[in-house]
């Protein structure tokens, strides 16, 4: 019931700062302004959804084909396809994050979210079959003291 509140928190908040950001930059830079700099930020859009979403592609068939775990490149092309997306809805705001999930710098922000998300509500054997093994730290109460941490796997 949470989740169904904030969608529809989202779906009545975003339209209004969207609307709210368009107004804002047209007063400053003129209405033509505007709109070409909206058309020119879904193109860029495209443009990054096609060039890092075919990265995204190769890293995850690169890591299948190794045998290794290929969560991180999943979650980087889920990434880019969400902030693909979008850059192509009309808006500064969703461009803005779009971009954001996008670039390679700052898309480790958001794949440590995605990657928290999915660990929590998927069974630990598909979090370890995606993600590979989770290494976690653990203190010992006995025989020990309780500063010292013991390092290991979970498989």
Do not use: C, K, Y
Not at 64 to 72: D, E
Not at 122 to 142: A, E, H, K, M, Y
């Amino acid at each position: 019931m949470r989740t169904l509140w904030l969608i529809v928190a989202a779906l009545i908040i975003v339209p209004i700062v969207e609307i709210a950001a368009l107004i804002a930059v047209g007063q400053v830079i003129g209405l033509g302004w505007t709109v070409l700099l909206v058309l020119a930020t879904s193109a860029l859009g495209g443009w990054l959804l096609r060039r890092e979403g075919g990265r995204a592609w190769r890293a995850v068939q690169a890591d299948v084909q190794a045998g290794r775990a290929p969560g991180r490149h999943a979650t980087d092309g889920v990434l880019v396809v969400v902030g693909g997306i979008l850059m192509l809805v009309p808006g500064f705001v969703s461009d803005l994050f779009g971009l954001l999930m996008i670039a390679p710098p700052t898309r480790g922000l958001f794949r440590g979210l995605v990657e928290q998300v999915a660990t929590r509500r998927l069974d630990p054997r598909t979090t370890n079959d995606l993600f590979g093994p989770r290494t976690v730290r653990i203190r010992s109460q006995r025989g020990a003291s309780p500063e010292a941490p013991i390092e290991g796997e979970i498989v």
